[in-house]
């Protein structure tokens, strides 16, 4: 790794971070946040709370303090087509009286009356950290209000110091297999799917909905974006599981297959060559029922991206030679980001997420170019040191990264939990390219603290630093998948 300063990399975080072509690939993931580095990665409780969230006609109660509870409130978009339950917050509230007798019976009378006053069609009782050390039976309380209530009262165990925010979504696909298989599946096509892992957090989910439906494919669940429980109730029905953010999701679709035969296919929905790719490998596995999809996939990619080049070439003009930077939750995110930064004539010089596996990671040093710095649970001051030394022009991340790139004058992108405009499939990528578009080439960037010592060094005939060049094709002969071999 390049050499790098120890006011800013722990030396216990030296083995999470790597760069491209600095020797071989080797680096750790997975481990608990390092204790002071202000991680950027989240607890077990906010991982299951992420995941199962998006269910909106379910009741989805905290066991706990009220500071968990008002911690994950509200803080993605997850739109809902119907029911909103799910934009209600309900919490028990824990209090010191609680911790020391008990709060079982604190969390029976919350769901007595929840349940009567709001009706949902189930119910997710969420443990927290409290919870944990004081004992309180979840599974007893919950079992006995489902008996008398009549609804699945399922609890969730996602005490935050059994782990990280991986260990919550493994907890939030266990609750979510309880409902799995106990739905009527009758009226289900042969060419069905259920797609895995999009939160919907702008209406991306209606869009991936739209093209299966111009494919001929049947929905049967959304999990968990714009969700609904009898839908995943009858979840086993789908004749094949569409996984995209592997971490979140990926869990339940093993489960899904087997206990219940259903295979699963990993998709992206990021970027031109993912999304086409995605289709195609789908169109695939039916083309052995419906002979047709296959034509009617190609057609639509084509018809798509066909549309789409010639507004992504006149913002490629303004773009070419700038750098990024990306830091998301899921690494299988990143992987779309730096193909879509590709077709914009942008390169990406720092790449990282929360949640990557090792394989992630090593895939991600296959693709990236040498030099990039690929980083696993960044803390503040690891990113801020790469994203001044790389001198990036955008980052993209999420709601704790906006503060560290308007600190540092950097054009942010919100790739995450509070975005509202829809970044996925090919109007998402003319989305992308528009926002990565208007951030970089905002004027107000040439008047902070680095961008006016360049413009001075400039001015008087020095060098200022110049921003990497790209070898992505010239606008107008980019590498688009219009057909299915394109992306095979």
Same mark, same amino acid.
């Given at each position: 790794?390049?050499?790098?300063?120890?006011?800013?990399?722990?030396?216990?975080?030296? /083995?999470?971070?790597?760069?491209?072509?600095?020797?071989?690939?080797?680096?750790?993931?997975?481990?608990?946040?390092?204790?002071?580095?202000?991680?950027?990665?989240?607890?077990?409780?906010?991982?299951?709370?992420?995941?199962?969230?998006?269910?909106? /006609?379910?009741?989805?109660?905290?066991?706990?303090?009220?500071?968990?509870?008002?911690?994950?409130?509200?803080?993605?978009?997850?739109?809902?087509?119907?029911?909103?339950?799910?934009?209600?917050?309900?919490?028990?509230?824990?209090?010191?009286?609680?911790?020391?007798?008990?709060? *079982?019976?604190?969390?029976?009378?919350?769901?007595? *009356?929840?349940?009567?006053?709001?009706?949902?069609?189930?119910?997710?009782?969420?443990?927290?950290?409290?919870?944990?050390? @004081?004992?309180?039976?979840?599974?007893?309380?919950?079992?006995?209000?489902?008996? #008398?209530?009549?609804?699945?009262?399922?609890?969730?165990?996602?005490?935050?110091?059994?782990?990280?925010?991986?260990?919550?979504?493994?907890?939030?696909?266990?609750?979510?297999? &309880?409902?799995?298989?106990?739905?009527?599946?009758?009226?289900?096509?042969?060419?069905?799917?259920? @797609?895995?892992?999009?939160?919907?957090?702008?209406?991306?989910?209606?869009?991936?909905?739209?093209?299966?439906?111009?494919?001929?494919?049947?929905?049967?669940?959304?999990?968990?974006?714009?969700?609904?429980?009898? /839908?995943?109730?009858?979840?086993?029905?789908?004749?094949?599981?569409?996984?995209?953010?592997?971490?979140?999701?990926?869990?339940?679709?093993?489960?899904? &297959?087997?206990?219940?035969?259903?295979?699963?296919?990993?998709?992206?929905?990021?970027?031109?060559?993912?999304?086409?790719?995605?289709?195609?490998?789908?169109? /695939?596995?039916?083309?052995?029922?419906?002979?047709?999809?296959?034509?009617?996939?190609?057609?639509?990619?084509?018809?798509?991206?066909?549309?789409?080049? !010639? &507004?992504?070439?006149?913002?490629?003009?303004?773009?070419?030679?700038?750098?990024?930077?990306?830091?998301?939750?899921?690494?299988?995110?990143?992987?779309?980001?730096? #193909?879509?930064?590709?077709?914009?004539?942008?390169?990406?010089?720092?790449?990282?997420?929360?949640?990557?596996?090792?394989?992630?990671?090593?895939?991600?040093?296959?693709?990236?170019?040498?030099?990039? @710095?690929?980083?696993?649970?960044?803390?503040?001051?690891?990113?801020?040191?790469?994203?001044?030394?790389?001198?990036?022009?955008?980052?993209?991340?999420?709601?704790?990264?906006?503060?560290?790139?308007?600190?540092?004058?950097?054009?942010?992108?919100?790739?995450?939990?509070?975005?509202? @405009?829809?970044?996925?499939?090919?109007?998402?990528?003319?989305?992308?390219?528009?926002?990565?578009?208007?951030?970089?080439?905002?004027?107000?960037?040439?008047?902070?603290?680095?961008?006016?010592?360049?413009?001075?060094?400039?001015?008087?005939?020095?060098?200022?630093?110049?921003?990497?060049?790209?070898?992505? !094709?010239? !606008?107008?002969?980019?590498?688009?998948?219009?057909?299915? *071999?394109?992306?095979?």
């Amino acid at each position: 790794m390049a050499e790098t300063s120890p006011l800013t990399v722990f030396e216990e975080r030296q /083995d999470q971070i790597h760069c491209t072509g600095d020797g071989p690939f080797e680096m750790a993931c997975n481990r608990d946040s390092l204790a002071g580095a202000v991680s950027q990665r989240a607890c077990v409780f906010c991982g299951s709370r992420v995941v199962l969230y998006p269910i909106a /006609d379910a009741l989805h109660l905290v066991h706990g303090p009220i500071g968990c509870a008002a911690y994950t409130w509200d803080i993605r978009g997850s739109l809902s087509s119907g029911p909103e339950l799910h934009r209600l917050s309900f919490s028990t509230d824990l209090r010191e009286r609680d911790v020391i007798f008990g709060g *079982e019976k604190k969390l029976a009378a919350a769901l007595d *009356e929840l349940i009567d006053r709001h009706h949902p069609n189930a119910a997710f009782v969420y443990s927290t950290c409290i919870v944990g050390i @004081i004992g309180d039976d979840l599974e007893a309380v919950c079992r006995t209000m489902t008996e #008398k209530k009549g609804i699945p009262v399922i609890p969730v165990l996602s005490e935050g110091f059994k782990g990280n925010k991986r260990a919550g979504y493994l907890a939030a696909c266990k609750a979510m297999n &309880r409902l799995v298989g106990t739905g009527d599946v009758t009226d289900i096509s042969p060419v069905s799917v259920n @797609i895995l892992g999009d939160f919907n957090l702008a209406g991306e989910i209606w869009i991936i909905r739209n093209y299966f439906e111009r494919m001929g494919v049947q929905v049967v669940a959304n999990i968990t974006g714009d969700g609904r429980v009898a /839908d995943i109730r009858r979840a086993h029905g789908a004749a094949l599981n569409v996984v995209q953010c592997s971490g979140a999701t990926l869990d339940l679709a093993k489960m899904m &297959r087997e206990e219940h035969g259903v295979p699963f296919v990993r998709a992206a929905y990021l970027g031109i060559e993912d999304m086409a790719d995605s289709l195609y490998r789908i169109a /695939d596995f039916f083309k052995g029922i419906d002979p047709g999809i296959v034509d009617r996939t190609r057609a639509l990619v084509r018809e798509e991206v066909s549309a789409l080049l !010639p &507004r992504l070439a006149e913002m490629r003009r303004d773009l070419e030679g700038k750098k990024a930077a990306i830091y998301v939750g899921g690494a299988f995110k990143a992987f779309s980001l730096i #193909k879509a930064f590709r077709h914009l004539g942008m390169t990406v010089a720092v790449v990282g997420s929360q949640t990557g596996t090792e394989e992630d990671y090593a895939e991600l040093a296959q693709v990236t170019d040498p030099g990039t @710095i690929i980083i696993d649970d960044a803390n503040p001051l690891e990113l801020s040191r790469f994203v001044k030394e790389k001198d990036v022009d955008v980052f993209v991340g999420g709601v704790k990264e906006r503060p560290i790139a308007y600190k540092l004058g950097v054009g942010f992108c919100d790739h995450n939990h509070e975005r509202k @405009i829809a970044l996925e499939g090919f109007e998402g990528m003319y989305n992308f390219a528009r926002e990565v578009h208007a951030s970089a080439m905002s004027p107000v960037w040439r008047f902070v603290p680095r961008r006016e010592a360049q413009n001075r060094a400039a001015a008087k005939g020095g060098t200022a630093p110049a921003d990497a060049g790209s070898d992505a !094709p010239a !606008p107008g002969e980019a590498n688009i998948p219009n057909d299915k *071999e394109a992306v095979a």
